[in-house]
């Protein structure tokens, strides 16, 4: 008896010190403190626990004769331990739980990314294969065009030959008579020089006239300005004159003639000034006759010399056409010569030629010998590029291998037996068989399963120590000789207890473990979803989103990599419920007819009406299209319900049967879709047993024939096997949202048609352009809700941020090139940069004031409250919630509106320039 009491204490103080130890580092983990894990925390933790155990057995030993004070404290005491203690182990087991989860989702990745990459690998293999036969059908075509060319090649060196023969005759005879005609092009080249000399000395006669008439010319101009230097000087002597008149006069007791002639020197002022400036006009109008004059004689003379030159050379090539005997005898031996060299060549050639249709003919011959070893059908390369596939193929095996050994020796495996063994929701989604679905329901499962494991250790561990506690000081208090007393007086005994019913102190580790499972069990009934799940009113209208309804979000495995904007809808009649956003399906109403009546009763067309609906932007991914700089590509996606009903749908719409249909039907392969494309229009429709893709240029041109390259794109990254871990995806799948909309800067500026300098801008201001913009907002009976995010690659958000930006902004206009910035590129640039930032995104919002007259219009609103935080200077996040008058669609549209007021309406302060980059 002895040994199994100190068992059981020994027992109690083991799962303690556990409890203890677990529980401060769960703690710890998590509130991110676990460099406070040191031992004066494990020496207090330890204290606690000791003290809760001594506590328990203190209650136990004296519960009817202690003071109920102290009673009700240490009762207290221990309730609160047990579930600080069980809250801490609750933390240590999640934290150790999402360790192995992130470590097994990092497996699956990689499994799946070998796993294309296998693919891949097939899909190369099978393409030498096929790239091999077709490579021996081409080698005969090859081969017979090849004997065709020689053939030719043959027939046309024998022409040459001919040629070579007749060309020799040909140059003895043009040797003849250029002899001839050298001595006539001596003697007419002789005349021509004369003709040459004679015109020139007349030149030279009209070039010394000219110096004379210009001579002349300039002294006219030069006596015309002395004439009007004399006139005004003869002026100034009279103004002189009078002036001297009144000094000669002098100071008289009458008059005081040295005070008249000074105001006549001040009347004359100005007369005096325009006659000196009019003398100075004169002399530096005779100064530029005169270096006129230089100039000419200077230009004259140089001319004079040239054409002197010009005679001297004539008069040289004249003696030497005279005197040039002995050099009509070289050209004469000169032309024998170079006939005898020609003819020498023509003799090479034609040897040449002979050699070429001798290698001609042995290369007819060679064709037809050659063959492959390894077969008509391959090759040495072809051989060796499928063995390194082959290869690599089987390396990526051993790897799915070795990282599928490393998920089975965790834990998550049994979890997921259990998962879908119990859970109903799994059966539920493969039943669909959609992949997304599935492992959506089986990750929601998992973490259930998990919780409930986890809670169910928690609610054990604790209070078992405090059980083994209580059964130690039961134990030690029973002695030997009592035993049978006890069962005498066992009736006796179960009468005093009843007297204080199943609320005694022996049953509290029960009560403990019953309480603990009923608060849980009516927590999870009362929030199934969890902290982001917001209870819905009776009131909230229909077709907003609903916790308790799962929304079918397949369509985001259809959003393109380089979108780098998407707008997801909570239903294809969201659309219509917010009026902003009509707008964005106008291109898609224009050009597809069915599109009206499918938005109004999708069920009944084969659509999802609980899935979500999303629509996305992206440039053209062909690039050797010719587009303009801001060339758009939007498009629509919706889950399909029901894929034969929708064909049938589409069929009749579309009239297809019809003898001339305006759309043309191509059913595709690699991947498997049906596209369906207008002839004249510029939308192309897309369809799989997922989801329907409408997309269409959003900025028309005479061919736009990337649409079906891009629809291409869309389902490839569909039908891709990690589609369900896309970008878009992770960012607005859920439902706690209506309407959302993300971009992405990086691919919209990245992406963006730029010039030379435009990528230069980019480039100085990448990384406060690189971020994720999330938008989530949500209408509820009486309220609408927005939840914003910016996330930066780089750690931007902090005080320097405006500074830096200015700065940058400043060198630019300052720099070579300042007209960038007035681009629709360089606009976009200045505006996400100043006004739909963060910073100043988040200060415009905080600034709105409902009852401001400049918000007229709103007064639906009752009011609004708004926060936001950093996070490690690189993730800011704000909200918004306003309580307004109106419902659903309304308070969507209205808080749109809103928000564009704050930041690019009169609010912002920017309107004007941002709404005409918008516009642009």
């Avoid at 230009?299 to 004539?314: P, Y």
């Avoid at 990526?396 to 998962?419: W, Y």
Wanted: net charge negative.
């Amino acid at each position: 008896m002895k040994v199994f009491t100190l068992l059981i204490g020994g027992a109690a103080l083991f799962i303690a010190g556990c409890a203890a130890y677990f529980s401060v580092r769960g703690i710890a983990l998590t509130f991110g403190a676990v460099s406070a894990f040191t031992i004066p925390i494990i020496i207090m933790a330890s204290s606690l626990e000791f003290g809760k155990l001594i506590a328990a057995s203190f209650l136990y030993r004296h519960w009817k004769s202690c003071n109920k004070t102290l009673r009700t404290y240490l009762s207290l005491a221990v309730v609160l331990l047990v579930g600080i203690t069980s809250a801490g182990i609750y933390g240590y087991l999640s934290q150790a739980f999402e360790q192995t989860l992130s470590q097994v989702e990092g497996y699956e990745k990689q499994i799946a990314s070998l796993t294309r990459q296998q693919g891949e690998y097939d899909r190369l293999i099978s393409a030498y294969q096929s790239s091999g036969q077709k490579g021996s059908a081409m080698r005969e075509e090859k081969q017979a065009d090849e004997r065709k060319r020689l053939e030719s090649y043959i027939t046309e060196r024998r022409g040459d030959i001919k040629l070579a023969e007749a060309s020799k005759a040909t140059m003895a005879k043009e040797t003849d008579e250029m002899i001839i005609g050298e001595r006539g092009r001596r003697k007419a080249e002789q005349e021509r020089l004369e003709s040459v000399i004679g015109i020139r000395r007349q030149d030279i006669v009209a070039l010394e006239n000219q110096k004379k008439e210009y001579k002349k010319e300039v002294d006219l101009r030069i006596e015309q300005e002395l004439a009007k230097e004399t006139k005004a000087n003869e002026r100034l002597a009279k103004l002189d004159a009078s002036v001297k008149f009144y000094r000669d006069k002098g100071r008289t007791f009458l008059e005081d003639g040295i005070k008249k002639a000074n105001e006549l020197l001040k009347d004359q002022a100005g007369e005096r000034d325009a006659l000196r400036a009019t003398l100075s006009e004169i002399n530096a109008a005779s100064q530029k006759a005169r270096d006129d004059l230089t100039v000419r004689y200077k230009s004259i003379d140089g001319r004079i010399a040239l054409v002197q030159k010009e005679v001297s050379e004539a008069s040289l090539k004249i003696t030497g056409l005279t005197t040039g005997g002995a050099e009509q005898a070289d050209n004469v031996k000169t032309a024998l010569e170079t006939l005898q060299v020609a003819r020498a060549d023509v003799d090479a050639r034609i040897r040449t030629l002979e050699s070429e249709i001798a290698e001609a003919s042995r290369k007819i011959t060679d064709l037809s010998e050659t063959e492959s070893v390894f077969g008509p059908d391959s090759s040495a390369e072809l051989e060796a590029k499928k063995s390194e596939l082959l290869a690599k193929k089987e390396s990526a095996e051993r790897e799915i291998l070795a990282l599928q050994g490393e998920i089975r020796a965790t834990d998550i495996g049994s979890f997921k037996f259990v998962a879908s063994a119990f859970d109903s929701e799994v059966a539920a989604a493969e039943a669909t068989g959609n992949p997304i679905l599935i492992k959506e329901a089986m990750d929601n499962a998992v973490n259930r399963v998990v919780k409930w494991f986890i809670m169910i250790l928690v609610v054990v561990f604790d209070p078992l120590a405090v059980t083994l506690v209580i059964a130690y000081n039961a134990s030690l208090l029973r002695k030997p000789e009592d035993e049978t007393e006890t069962q005498a007086d066992s009736g006796g005994s179960e009468e005093d207890d009843s007297s204080s019913g199943f609320f005694r102190l022996a049953n509290l580790p029960i009560i403990l473990v019953v309480g603990g499972l009923a608060a849980w069990g009516i927590f999870s009934a009362v929030n199934p979803g969890g902290n982001q799940t917001v209870p819905r009113g009776d009131s909230e209208l229909p077709g907003f989103g609903d916790a308790k309804t799962r929304l079918d979000d397949r369509a985001f495995a259809y959003v393109p990599e380089q979108a780098f904007g998407v707008c997801s809808f909570s239903g294809l009649r969201m659309i219509d419920e917010v009026d902003v956003t009509k707008s964005i399906i106008r291109p898609f109403l224009n050009r597809v007819p069915f599109l009206g009546e499918l938005k109004w009763d999708p069920e009944s067309c084969g659509i999802n009406p609980e899935g979500r609906a999303l629509y996305f932007l992206q440039f053209p991914t062909q690039d050797t299209v010719e587009t303009p700089s801001f060339q758009l590509v939007g498009g629509l996606v919706l889950p399909i319900a029901d894929a034969s009903k929708l064909k049938e749908f589409i069929l009749q719409e579309l009239d297809l049967k019809s003898q001339a249909p305006s759309w043309k039907v191509v059913e595709r392969q690699s991947p498997d879709y049906l596209s369906i494309q207008h002839k004249s229009a510029y939308v192309s429709l897309g369809l799989d047993e997922n989801c329907l893709v409408m997309i269409t240029s959003l900025t028309p041109q005479s061919d736009a024939v990337f649409l079906d390259k891009d629809l291409e794109q869309v389902f490839v990254s569909g039908r891709r096997e990690d589609a369900v871990d896309s970008a878009f995806r992770a960012k607005l799948s859920g439902n706690d949202y209506d309407l959302a909309l993300a971009l992405n800067g990086a691919n919209f500026f990245g992406e963006f048609k730029k010039t030379p300098a435009e990528e230069e801008l980019f480039n100085q201001f990448r990384e406060f352009l690189s971020f994720d913009m999330i938008l989530k907002a949500k209408a509820r009976s009486g309220e609408v809700s927005l939840d914003g995010e910016y996330a930066y690659e780089k750690p931007v958000l902090n005080s320097d941020f405006g500074f830096t930006v200015a700065r940058k902004l400043d060198a630019v206009r300052d720099g070579t090139n300042p007209s960038v910035l007035s681009s629709p590129f360089g606009g976009l640039v200045d505006l996400f940069l100043q006004t739909l930032d963060y910073q100043t995104a988040v200060k415009m919002l905080s600034r709105i004031d409902l009852e401001s007259p400049e918000t007229k219009g709103f007064e639906d609103f009752e009011s609004l409250e708004s926060g936001s935080k950093i996070r490690a200077e690189s993730t800011g996040s704000f909200k918004m919630r306003i309580k307004s008058h109106q419902s659903g669609g309304d308070s969507l549209s209205l808080m749109i509106k809103l928000l564009y007021f704050a930041t690019l309406g009169n609010g912002g302060g920017e309107s004007t320039k941002a709404s005409a980059f918008i516009q642009e």
